[in-house]
């Protein structure tokens, strides 16, 4: 790479860092181009020669802030991984990441602006839930038709899934609520797994053989 292309990758990311908190603290509707070129402290023709509009500067940032946790999935679901191992590990993954302050803070960004903001929700899906959603019934289609998993479609498998990996803690969160002393926590993805398998597995005894 040349000092050049150094450079402009530095400001990029920069670029997408200022944005990042300007949406964050501003709501998509209320973040403009002028607004994040002003804090960036440079000129609005700067920061359109990197992004041609809001939108796709929306879009890098979701990309950018989901870029490692998309590689871990396609490793964790790989399709010639174990299938026990792969879900309990999906489940793991996926918990931890929608419970992060970040992701808790966007998904209450979004849901607050409604249709205000239409545009950053179908954005924000496709490259974060909608690709997660396809990885994984890339994955549970290979065991379906390996006869290891029956009773819905792939997609309906991972959707059940989600369900079960979000839950109300989740909704907790996103309203802005702890757990009280006693309630109920996350079930660990073990038991996410268990509730899963019971409903799709073939037979339990090849999915702990396959595992």
């Given at each position: 790479m040349s000092k050049r292309e150094e450079?402009?990758?530095?400001?990029?990311?920069?670029?997408?860092?200022?944005?990042?908190?300007?949406?964050?603290?501003?709501?998509?509707a209320g973040t403009t181009?002028?607004?994040?070129?002003?804090?960036?402290?440079g000129s609005k023709g700067t920061l359109w020669s990197y992004f041609s509009s809001k939108e796709e500067l929306f879009a890098a940032?979701?990309?950018?802030?989901?870029?490692?946790?998309?590689?871990?999935?396609?490793q964790v679901l790989n399709p010639g991984a174990p299938l026990r191992p792969a879900i309990e590990g999906f489940c793991r993954r996926f918990m931890a990441k929608i419970r992060e302050p970040q992701s808790?803070?966007?998904y209450q960004l979004l849901c607050g602006e409604g249709t205000r903001a239409g545009e950053a929700s179908r954005i924000f899906y496709e490259r974060g839930p909608g690709v997660v959603q396809?990885?994984?019934?890339?994955?549970?289609?290979?065991h379906e038709a390996g006869g290891r998993l029956s009773g819905g479609t792939p997609l309906e498998m991972a959707q059940v899934l989600i369900s079960l990996c979000t839950g109300i803690s989740h909704q907790r969160a996103l309203l802005g609520l702890t757990c009280p002393?006693?309630?109920t926590q996350p079930p660990p993805p073990e038991k996410i797994a268990d509730l899963f398998f019971r409903l799709y597995a073939v037979n339990e005894a090849e999915v702990k053989r396959v595992a």
């Open positions: 450079r402009r990758g530095e400001r990029r990311a920069t670029i997408l860092e200022t944005a990042g908190a300007c949406f964050l603290e501003h709501g998509y181009m002028s607004a994040v070129a002003a804090r960036l402290g940032c979701i990309e950018e802030k989901t870029e490692i946790f998309r590689a871990e999935l396609v808790v803070a966007l396809a990885l994984l019934v890339a994955f549970l289609s290979g002393q006693g309630a």
